[in-house]
């Protein structure tokens, strides 16, 4: 019997830690990315800071790290971003996640720095028990380079984004810089859509091809706006090049605001309650303006009289 | 003091009349004192009205949660009072229910003086008030608050030429009686009365006008209470996201008006020597009419609250719970019991329709129709669908700060103000009416 309940608690276990682990898989994070490692060291000033840019963008769904006071969202509660389960994550990881959010969880990638997330994720370092020392990862060392310039090759008909980085040696040599991400996106309403991928990092002929995604709506003639830039600017400071290509779908926008509703804007308001507003208020006010006028005639009366 | 009105009504000739309604307008012991008192009151809240322009609403307690705050209630609590012009003087009045007559006049005086307080109040509110007039220049069809500005307006005017017409006869004697009047007043006097000598063709045209303007206003009363209901029945917050709550606020309104009248009734008659017109006999009309419309409040309320209570739907229950047990339940339950429930019983005697008992159970039922607003407005903002942390504690409770209760002491001052100084100019009971109802034959010269 004994054997029996310690045979399912542990198959329980087995099947809660498999879960759990699949769904920290759901939110897959390109190897890259894993391996970036936090640039600052874990100072008490870092940590201060990281805490005041903590307590301003992720408090308010996250609650305080370690207290476990989060957001009850559904279906999906914010994770306690103290607890040990949070921080086996590697700095790359969780640097990658601010960056880009998920569902629920906003991008943060243009309303904070790159120094400001790189704080945060010392901040949330500082909760870590066992504290493993940053190892060191070779990293693809690329050679000190001046003028540089991405290129954008698009090729309409098979729907393929290519960029292509490269830059001047001080030998005035031109050289494709490797293993730096780029973010490929496309200008929606509000802000850009992501369409880079999971791994759009150059290869060693600084290239990275994506494939446009052939369901995306654009124009009446299929135009979009594309912008390719190299994601972390610590490199090579702002390096952009934005282009109008036709990759999208052509389509007819239609705004939901063009149509007369009780949502609308004054001038689409719905026609059955302008003639309501302005039939009572003209009805009433006529009448007010004729009961002013015929209270004219008063003093007449009394003069009629004699 | 009155017990048998009756007998004294015969002794009543045009001149008494006359004398009795004109004497307190000529004669102010006190009242300086009084209305001194009223103006540093009022300057005292312009103090702090300047406060809150110069400071912006940070000063107040309304926060991101709580935005609608006292001003809000206090809005709501002065439209309410006001509806009194609609019910006494224009539906009654058409009903053709005599006893009102010397009552209507402090009843259409009550609602000029707190519906233009009302709209004020909502001015009050607003953090940039020099913007006010952008409701009307941007204003949206689909909006209510565009409806509740032009409401607030129509009905304005509209009772306060209902408190000018009736009153063109009695301006033409004060014209002709009053002379210590003020040169000013006297030209108001000459203006307002418009050359009236109640010739029966002048007598037949005016009537035909306040008929008019009787017909017109029930609607524009009804709308009035119906619209700023709309102002919270639009949302989908929990308490507020019902379908009664038009008729809620009608009803509502109704018994703050009576009260309010009442409580007036009182005061003319003590301080103005109107015994012989404001009579036992009005006390006892309008407790009885007092009961009738708490008991339809009554009704509405346990329709408000019974039905969801029953279901006690997740957000619904939480609101609920607050109300009945929880933090706002002892002033809930003393607004309901005190205001409502309470009064019902006692105005069922007579004895307690007596114009001194009936006037202080008045004043309970005013004071519970105010916080009956104040838990209508506040514990509702502070359960959003979405629970509130993680903010500073200021933001998850709130309380009126003390300019916020300053500039309401001043609204409440400024009715008081405009209710004095009407009282004071124009003949609180209307003169020609009772003699017209008596049967007196009088003349009025040019």
Not at chain 1, 109 to 138: C, G, H, I, P
Not at chain 2, 94 to 109: G, N, Q, T
């Amino acid at each position: 019997m004994k054997n029996a309940i310690k045979i399912i608690a542990s198959l329980f276990l087995i099947v809660v830690f498999t879960t759990t682990v699949v769904k920290a898989e759901d939110w897959a994070v390109p190897n890259s990315s894993k391996k970036k490692q936090n640039p600052y060291e874990a100072s008490t000033k870092n940590i201060s800071s990281g805490k005041k840019i903590y307590n301003i963008n992720c408090k308010s769904c996250h609650g305080d790290a370690t207290m476990g006071n989060m957001l009850p969202l559904q279906p999906v509660a914010p994770s306690d971003l103290g607890s040990q389960a949070f921080l086996v994550q590697s700095d790359g990881e969780i640097y990658y996640k601010i960056n880009k959010g998920r569902a629920a969880m906003p991008t943060f990638e243009k309303t904070l720095s790159d120094e400001a997330k790189w704080m945060v994720v010392t901040y949330l370092r500082s909760f870590d028990k066992n504290k493993k020392a940053s190892k060191q990862v070779a990293e693809i060392k690329n050679p000190e380079v001046t003028d540089v310039k991405l290129v954008l090759d698009i090729n309409q008909e098979d729907k393929k984004v290519a960029a292509n980085l490269t830059g001047l040696t001080k030998k005035g040599d031109r050289v494709a810089l490797q293993g730096i991400e780029l973010s490929i996106k496309v200008k929606r309403s509000f802000g850009y859509l992501d369409v880079s991928g999971d791994d759009a990092f150059t290869d060693d002929k600084g290239n990275v091809e994506i494939n446009f995604p052939a369901d995306l709506p654009g124009d009446r003639e299929g135009h979009v706006n594309l912008l390719v830039k190299v994601t972390d600017d610590a490199y090579y400071g702002e390096l952009a090049v934005d282009r109008i290509a036709t990759l999208g779908v052509p389509t007819d926008p239609v705004n939901p605001l063009d149509e007369r509703a009780m949502w609308g804007t004054r001038a689409n308001a719905p026609i059955w309650i302008i003639v309501s507003y302005a039939g009572g208020v003209i009805g009433i006010w006529g009448i007010i303006f004729l009961v002013l006028f015929q209270l004219i005639q008063l003093p007449k009366l009394a003069k009629n009289k004699e | 003091m009155n017990d048998l009105p009756e007998q004294k009504e015969t002794t009543l000739s045009f001149e008494k009349i006359k004398q009795d309604v004109l004497r307190p307008m000529q004669n102010h012991r006190g009242l300086e004192l009084w209305i001194v008192f009223l103006i540093t009151v009022i300057s005292v809240g312009a103090w702090a009205y300047y406060v809150q322009l110069r400071d912006g609403l940070g000063v107040t307690g309304m926060r991101d949660y709580v935005s609608w705050g006292l001003y809000i209630a206090n809005f709501v609590f002065f439209v309410a009072v006001s509806l009194v012009g609609m019910l006494i003087s224009s539906i009654l009045g058409l009903l053709k229910v005599d006893w009102i007559a010397p009552i209507s006049r402090i009843a259409e005086i009550i609602a000029v003086a707190f519906v233009a307080v009302a709209g004020l109040v909502i001015v009050l509110d607003m953090g940039r008030p020099d913007r006010v007039l952008n409701v009307m220049i941007h204003g949206r069809f689909q909006s209510p608050i565009l409806w509740d500005v032009t409401v607030i307006t129509t009905y304005l005017v509209i009772s306060a030429l209902l408190l000018i017409l009736p009153m063109i006869p009695d301006l033409a004697i004060c014209k002709k009686e009053i002379k210590t009047a003020p040169p000013m007043l006297k030209k108001l006097y000459a203006i307002l009365s418009f050359g009236y000598t109640n010739t029966p063709e002048q007598h037949k045209h005016l009537h035909k006008m306040i008929r008019t303007l009787m017909v017109l206003i029930v609607p524009v009363g009804l709308a009035i209470h119906t619209v700023t209901s709309w102002l919270f029945a639009a949302t989908l917050r929990n308490g507020w996201d019902t379908t009664i709550f038009g008729p809620y606020f009608v009803a509502g309104a109704f018994v703050a008006g009576s009260a309010a009248l009442i409580i007036a009734m009182y005061f003319f008659r003590v301080n103005y020597k109107l015994q012989d017109y404001i009579t036992e006999l009005h006390f006892d009309k309008m407790g009885k009419l007092m009961v009738a419309v708490c008991l339809v409040y009554l009704y509405f309320n346990v329709n408000e609250f019974l039905v969801p209570g029953y279901k006690m739907k997740t957000g619904d229950g939480i609101h609920l719970k607050e109300l009945f047990t929880g933090h706002w339940a002892i002033l809930f339950w003393s607004s309901q019991l005190f205001g409502n429930i309470i009064p019902v019983i006692l105005l069922v005697t007579k004895k307690f329709r007596k114009p001194l008992p009936i006037m202080i159970i008045s004043i309970f039922v005013l004071a519970s129709a105010w916080f009956k607003r104040y838990v209508i407005v506040i514990p509702t903002m502070l359960h959003p669908h979405l629970p509130i942390q993680n903010v500073p504690d200021n933001y998850q409770h709130y309380f009126p700060s003390s300019v916020e209760i300053t500039v309401t002491v001043l609204s409440f001052a400024l009715a008081l103000l405009i209710i004095t100084v009407l009282a004071k100019i124009f003949p609180v009971v209307p003169i020609c009416e009772i003699a017209d109802q008596k049967g007196i034959d009088y003349k009025i010269e040019e």
